[in-house]
């Protein structure tokens, strides 16, 4: 059964960058599913941020909202997939997930991670 | 962009009693790529439904998804007291790739 988990600062300043982590155990994240994030402001619903794959090269796709300022990668040798989000601001505070694609859907979640923007 | 719009934002019902959810979106979904997922608070969403209508691994039969085009429903038989959660619909296949609706918090009354 896969596994995912969530890592990184809990605390970021505005105008800062988001890092996190999302460690995968029981499934490569080279396989033929993608791997997404979430994300959830506190009391709020969920939004998709975006996703990474491989399938003959490694690709990726993200939320047009987001897009100018998220970065997803991978790291194979780790069976890792990483968020970055540049010049952060309170309305990014919110648990973030990382998740295994299930085709069109989202799988198997991870436990998510508070990440809180403030000074 | 498709919007999905879920109906009721807070439902309330007593354990044993039938729940019905609606999703309605705002643009026809093609080839039914709609899901349900249900969050407990605390915790990450759990898929239910895929496809509108497929449950998903070791999901109990009392849920059932059902729709197509614009007007979906998740309905919930018999309702046990661990199924008091929050339910959210899913798109896949517009820009952007997932959507979600907003929610329906499904409480005991």
């Known amino acids: 059964q896969v596994q995912l988990q969530e890592s990184g600062p809990g605390l970021v300043k505005p105008s800062g960058t988001l890092s996190l982590t999302c460690a995968v155990s029981g499934d490569s994240i080279s396989g033929s599913e993608w791997w997404s994030w979430i994300r959830q402001p506190p009391g709020k619903g969920l939004e998709w941020i975006g996703e990474i794959g491989e399938v003959h090269s490694v690709g990726s796709n993200y939320n047009p909202s987001l897009k100018s300022r998220v970065t997803i990668s991978m790291d194979k040798s780790k069976n890792q997939f990483s968020l970055e989000v540049i010049s952060v601001t309170a309305a990014d505070t919110a648990v973030y997930y990382c998740?295994?694609?299930?085709?069109?859907?989202?799988?198997?979640w991870g436990q998510g991670t508070l990440v809180i923007v403030s000074s | 962009e498709i919007v999905l719009t879920q109906l009721p934002g807070t439902l309330s019902l007593s354990p044993g009693e039938r729940a019905t959810l609606s999703c309605r979106a705002s643009?026809?979904?093609?080839?039914?790529?709609l899901a349900w997922y249900q969050q407990k608070p605390g915790q990450a969403p759990r898929l239910l439904i895929y496809?509108?209508?497929s449950r998903a691994t070791g999901i109990p039969d009392r849920f059932s998804g059902s729709g197509s085009g614009t007007e979906f429903t998740l309905t919930i038989s018999t309702l046990e007291p661990e199924d008091f959660a929050a339910y959210y619909c899913q798109h896949y296949g517009s820009s952007p790739l997932r959507t979600f609706g907003q929610g329906t918090k499904l409480e005991i009354k």
């Open positions: 998740v295994k694609n299930f085709g069109a859907y989202l799988g198997f």
């Open positions: 643009q026809s979904i093609n080839n039914n790529y």
């Open positions: 496809d509108a209508s």
